[in-house]
């Protein structure tokens, strides 16, 4: 596939995958204009080896480049989460309050324990998966 091809693919990836990497970030980190700044990293990240990576292992190296950018930005800033009220919601329920509830517990949990639970239940990955994306199991 020639260049153009390999470009408008990565186009088509971002469009489709930008909005909820953006939701998935803030689950992460608690703050927006970090979750951006993961997200824009992240891409950038996955268009310089956009032609190496295999389709089927897509979503799982961009996740992973998602997670160890976030790691990378809280060290560095050393921020609390926030629980201000986000542009569009981690969570897809009617009630506000069930929402800032569930920011709040997830600000509460460790780092560790806050990346397992947002990719096991919000991102609904598998047990495997978490553990593939958090670098706990390696691909063969």
């Known amino acids: 596939m020639g260049a153009a091809g390999q470009e408008a693919e990565f186009v088509e990836y971002f469009a489709a995958l930008h909005g909820a990497l953006r939701r998935l970030a803030y689950a992460l980190c608690g703050d927006w204009h970090t979750a951006d700044d993961v997200v824009q990293h992240t891409f950038v990240q996955l268009y310089r080896h956009w032609s190496r990576v295999r389709p089927e292992s897509l979503d799982a190296y961009v996740r992973t480049i998602l997670v160890n950018t976030v790691r990378s930005q ?6 609390e989460m926030t629980t201000a009220e ?5 969570a897809t329920t009617a009630d506000p309050g ?5 920011r709040r517990a997830l600000a509460r949990l ?3 324990q806050r990346e397992m639970v947002v990719l096991r ?3 609904n990955l598998s047990v495997s998966e978490v553990a ?5 199991l390696r691909e063969p």
């Not at 809280?74 to 921020?79: E, K, N, V």
């Not at 986000?86 to 981690?90: G, R, V």
């Open 74 to 79: 809280s060290r560095r800033l050393r921020r």
């Open 132 to 136: 593939q994306v958090l670098g706990f």
């Open 110 to 112: 460790p780092r560790r």
């Open 86 to 90: 986000p542009p569009d919601s981690i």
């Open 121 to 123: 239940h919000l991102e």
């Open 98 to 102: 069930l929402q800032l509830d569930l």
